[in-house]
């Protein structure tokens, strides 16, 4: 074999090469957009150390509170015993049928993976129906221990868990969900169920990018360089909104619902 053919054979073949890096290159690429934009929230989030903490400090009050001198705070009546036995039972039961509706009725990890907000069943009354029954559970253990100088340690657990919620999950929610998550906010409690303060039926539509379907997206798309601005600014003002709602989530500050209410309490 001649040597230009050899030149010709290597310089035929370097393009060939070049484009299937180029082609694989642009299929890696596709596909990692594909995943990026399957990303859902985490399933499990700070609830198991969240678990692990009230629950251990749980099961260790059970066992310091009989030991003396803190023993002392047991019923030394019998029919006061046994009524903190029937509250915890009831707790407990309590407890257990939040974790049912919220983990298995209402299919929250389906939910999850189709990035789907949930505001309906048990999640129209309590946002957090899954911490709720972890707090009513280590209550109800803690009814039934007797020992009522333990009995201030639910409320220890919440304001431990409202903490960790506003540095966590409820700044996910809002990046996730926008304004949608905001209104879910104003009007259903953090974790203490209230049924008099509920999720309305109906959600209401919202012009945050999040909120928005492909049909619309579809029809919007031969706008006008105008329609494009105004639509950029919307879209850079509810940013701004859940930008502000998280910050004033991290430093605590109570004014949530104001981005809504426009300032009204």
Known sequence: MSESSVNENTTNTEPEII???????????????????KEHLPKFGPGPLFFAITFGLTVAAV???HISPISQGIASFKWLRYTYIGLGAVVLLVALKFYVDA????????AIENNRLVTTGVYAITR????????ALCTGILFIS????????????WAFLTVILKRTEEIWLLEKYGRKYL?????VNRV???????????MPTFSD????????????????????????????????????????????SDDSTDVLTGGKK
Do not use: C, Q
């Not at 484009?19 to 934009?37: A, C, P, Q």
């Not at 007797?146 to 657990?157: A, Q, S, W």
């Open 146 to 157: 007797g020992n009522t100088y333990m009995y201030v340690l639910p409320i220890l657990y």
């Open 183 to 187: 209104f879910y906010m104003e009007h």
């Open 192 to 202: 203490i169920p209230n049924p008099w303060k509920k999720m309305p039926d109906v």
């Open 128 to 135: 957090n129906p899954i911490y709720f029954s972890i707090i």
């Open 209 to 252: 990018k999040t909120d928005k379907t492909e049909d619309n997206d579809t029809d919007n798309a031969p706008s006008s360089k105008n329609a494009s601005e105004n639509a950029d600014n919307s879209s850079e003002s509810a940013s701004a909104s859940t930008e502000s709602m998280t910050e004033n989530l991290i430093t605590g």
């Open 63 to 65: 066992i310091v509170g």
């Open 103 to 110: 983990l298995v009725n209402s299919r929250i990890d389906e």
């Open 19 to 37: 484009n299937d890096d180029f082609s694989d290159l642009e299929g890696s690429m596709t596909e990692s957009f594909v995943i990026k934009k």
